[in-house]
């Protein structure tokens, strides 16, 4: 029982390491590299409390060395997919009924751990599996998710804080309740924040979850789990499971206590979610939440007043960490012909200071895309613009995935606005540039807008106060996270909450109190002091 309204600790941004030569946190990540990298990890489902291993199991390859086998895990099948919704049931009266500063009092130690004795582990587990740098892993395995499990809890004492006005005699009340029912949390495989954060803000909130994690995250994904475990969350509250997908999704959308899905993953997935959610409307106990973050086709553009250097930048990092694997990747640039042979030389001469290879040699930019289908996919982009009457590689293009699937940061030229790699997204390290005539900018702004189905994250560069005023305004609706004067990646909690429009998910913006209301439902209550005695009004009299 509550016996006090308590004072959270100081919650602040996670400082990003940087991992220099020489530095302690570069020996000590590069050791916990070559462990993990030297040994075979043995990766069960979590049921319950309950470690469940099936004996089928699958392989755990890094993408930039996909003969290198670093562990395995188990594979789940549809029994366990309904065990996994018991536990969380039978665990949802307890959890649901625990003070919010015992629920408080997990998730900052989670966040402590990973700071502290975890953050090599969950960073050498990132690398290895989802083939992301060193810098990229430290603002996403560590800084992004400790910073999502504090400022939840933020948030949450925010939230609890908001209470209804009352009148003289009348004490009115606003309890934050858990959904009834279960939360079905499914997370992608490159960003382990994500992955963290998806489960665990639904459960912040008093809600029990079934937790389906990307297959190709599974590395890191269990080094959270690992983390939550130890920081005291109880058996039931969070079950992850390795499960078919499709499997998966029939049995969960389907079971009346589905209360509600917390999802970044893509477009078409998530509208056959919804669509599947519609058609079992019916046989729900109450209308579940669902909340998603998906695709992206997101923007660079530039004006003639803009810095070149700035931009160019911009493009480089924007398009090219992570391989382009993000939702906010920039994937279509607009560039003013004024400025482009300025732009052009720049863009030639950063791309041919990239290296590319293993995360495990800090010098390299750019790794390998994480499975042949994803680098499939990319190729046959690639290989479109290759065979297109109006567009040009002209830089980049080539691939091996002999060894590892590397792919080169490519970048094609067009004539086309609306050509094909200009409009759908693609996931990987492509970047696709149109060159706009300097007179019609603002008519450029339109077909920025117009383009893609998608509305997640873009950037402007201008120095024209009243341009940027004029871009800001027209492209209002053509991203959730909209940048001036910087790269559309990097969204920080607490800064620029993530989320976007259109085709690009339901814009409930992680990072902020906002998602957090979506995994609560609120009930009023107004209690009378001293109630009427009598049924009649002053105005029968």
Known sequence: ??????????????????????????????????????????????????????????????????????????????????????????????????????????????????????????????????????????IDAACELIDFLRFNVKYMAEIYAEQPNSMPGVWNRMEYRPLEGFVF???????????????????????????????????????????FIEAGLPAGVINMIMTDPAETAQIVLSHPDFAGIHFTGSTAVFRSIWKTIGENIHRYKSYPRIVGETGGKDYVWMHASADVRETVVALVRGAFELQGQKCSAASRAYIPR?????????????????????????????????????????????????????????????????????????????KNPKMKTMVEEIFGPVLTIYVYEDEEWEAS???????SEYALTGAIFAKDRYVIEVATNK??????????NDKPTGAVVDQQPFGGARGSGTNDKAGSKLNLLRWVSARSIKETMVPPTDYTYPFMK
């Not at 992955?195 to 080094?223: I, R, T």
């Not at 702004?445 to 383009?451: A, F, I, K």
């Not at 492209?475 to 001036?484: C, E, M, T, W």
């Open 475 to 484: 492209l209002v609706d053509s991203a959730g996270n909209f940048y001036i």
């Open 445 to 451: 702004l339109d077909l920025v807008n117009e383009t």
């Open 1 to 138: 029982m509550i016996k006090g309204f308590f004072k959270l600790p100081d919650i602040k941004n996670e400082p990003v390491k940087q991992y220099g030569p020489g530095s302690a946190e570069r020996a000590e990540l590069q050791a916990k590299y070559d462990e993990l990298w030297n040994s075979i990890r043995d990766i069960p489902m979590y049921i319950g409390g309950q470690e469940v291993r099936t004996g089928k199991t699958e392989r755990v390859l890094p993408p930039h060395d996909h003969q290198h086998n670093v562990g395995h895990y188990h594979m789940g099948d549809a029994s366990h997919v309904h065990a996994a919704i018991d536990a969380a049931l039978k665990a949802r009266t307890k959890w649901a009924a625990m003070s919010w500063e015992q629920r408080a009092s997990i998730f900052l130690k989670a966040a402590d751990l990973l700071a502290g004795p975890y953050r090599a582990e969950v960073n050498a587990a990132t690398m290895i599996a989802q083939s992301k740098t060193s810098f990229q892993t430290e």
């Open 185 to 227: 949390a499914v997370t992608p495989f490159n960003f382990t924040a994500i992955s963290g954060n998806l489960p665990a803000s639904a459960a912040l909130m008093g809600n029990v979850v079934v937790w389906k994690p990307s297959l190709y995250q599974v590395y890191s994904a269990h080094v959270v789990m690992k983390v």
């Open 338 to 414: 004024s400025r482009w042979n300025e732009v052009n030389a720049d863009l030639g001469r950063m791309l041919s200071e990239i290296k590319m290879g293993s995360p495990r040699d800090f010098s390299n930019f750019v790794t390998a895309v994480i499975h042949e289908g994803a680098f499939d996919k990319i190729v046959s982009y690639i290989e479109y613009a290759r065979k297109d009457k109006d567009s040009e590689i002209i830089y980049g293009g080539k691939y091996d995935k002999s060894v590892g699937y590397f792919i080169e940061p490519t970048v094609i030229l067009t």
